[in-house]
């Protein structure tokens, strides 16, 4: 089964002897991609967002880059490419962004 809109639909078996199962189930709206720049410098900040409000922002790899639960601010800590995840609160959905932080000039 694929989710194509979110919502409650019921998935109904039978067999050819006329018996049904039947089960509802629960498709979750996935967030949107997440927008904004996908590097940033050591030391500074750039803007991720998601279309979809409600879900937490957080980070693979806090050593490299850390990421504002709340806001979407991420801040360059250390050279590398942390990924930066944005989980729906409500069923867990995620999307996700490689972001990479690069040493000052």
Do not use: F, K, R
Not at 14 to 32: D, E, F, R
Not at 57 to 65: D, Q, T
Request: aromatic fraction near 2%.
């Amino acid at each position: 089964m694929s989710g194509v809109a979110a919502g409650n639909p019921t998935i109904t078996y039978t067999l050819g002897t006329g018996c049904t199962a039947s089960t509802t189930v629960i498709v979750n709206q996935s967030p949107a991609a997440i927008t904004g720049s996908p590097v940033v410098c050591i030391g500074t900040n750039t803007l991720l967002s998601n279309s979809i409000p409600g879900g937490l922002w957080s980070s693979s790899n806090p050593a490299l880059g850390t990421v504002n639960a709340g806001t979407g601010v991420v801040t360059g800590i250390a050279t590398g490419n942390p990924i930066i995840s944005y989980v729906m609160v409500t069923g867990g959905c995620t999307a996700t962004m490689t972001v990479s932080v690069n040493p000052n000039p």
